[in-house]
């Protein structure tokens, strides 16, 4: 069976520092691969997802840049964290053989606070 | 602009008084709508995924519908352990993510 691992689980990072968050999926080849953002109250907010290694498409313009060094790894880093980069932060794939329309599983999380 | 709406934002329950909860859409062209639950500091978990107006899935408790403008997620006889964020999501067509609501925070008092 499938599962995808994501950690670190809670992180406290001062302003200005660098962030790395690693995200593997085991049990599967080729998946998708997605980070999404949860700010408190406030649905999830996809940043980026990758259909192949090297291929990264971003969402939303911000601090943040990912990669995608394997084909089941996919990292979440920041050079120097704001603020506002606070919140809950989720790794999820999906099954590209499946196509375009298929549902995505999620890891269980990095709570990251910028102090 | 593609936009998931879900109501309520809160919703509390007691043991066994059944209700709904709604998700409504606006996207060009539905290729599929989700629905998961959230536990407090966890991953969303993935409960069911509808493909097209007048589909139904049912898992124990938890009973999903499908229109042409929304979907309802049917709570029958709720527990406390039905207790959790329930997240709609959408997938329009052309596109490979998904686009979530803001989820609505369901409470079951025994």
């Known amino acids: 069976s499938q599962t995808i691992h994501q950690w670190p689980a809670t992180l406290v990072q001062p302003v200005g520092s660098p962030l790395s968050l690693e995200c593997t999926v085991e049990?599967?080849?080729?998946?998708?691969l997605y980070w999404y953002r949860q700010a408190a109250g406030r649905g999830l907010q996809l940043l980026f997802y990758?259909?192949?290694?090297?291929?990264i498409s971003s969402e939303v313009p911000q601090n943040l840049s990912a990669s995608r060094p394997q084909d089941r790894q996919f990292i979440l880093s920041s050079k120097k964290l704001l603020l506002s980069d606070s919140g809950f932060y989720l790794c999820?794939?999906?099954?590209?053989?499946?196509?375009?329309?298929?549902?995505?599983?999620f890891g269980q999380g990095t709570r990251l606070t910028v102090v | 602009e593609d936009q998931v709406t879900q109501s309520p934002e809160a919703l509390r329950l007691q043991e066994g008084e059944s209700s709904s909860l709604n998700c409504s859409y606006t996207?060009?062209?539905?290729?599929?709508l989700f629905w998961y639950r959230q536990d407090p500091g966890k991953g969303p978990e993935f409960l069911f995924t509808?493909?097209?107006a007048g589909e139904e899935k049912e898992k124990e408790r938890l009973k999903a519908t499908l229109t042409k403008k929304e979907s309802f997620l049917h709570i029958t006889a709720p527990k406390p352990e039905d207790s959790a964020t329930y997240l709609c999501?959408?997938?329009?067509?052309?596109?490979?993510?998904?686009?979530f609501g803001a989820g609505t925070r369901l409470a079951v008092h025994p």
């Open positions: 509808l493909y097209s």
């Open positions: 999820a794939w999906s099954d590209r053989d499946r196509g375009l329309l298929t549902e995505a599983f």
């Open positions: 999501a959408v997938q329009a067509s052309g596109y490979n993510k998904l686009i």
């Open positions: 049990g599967t080849s080729n998946p998708n």
């Open positions: 990758s259909v192949g290694i090297g291929q």
């Open positions: 996207v060009s062209g539905l290729r599929g």
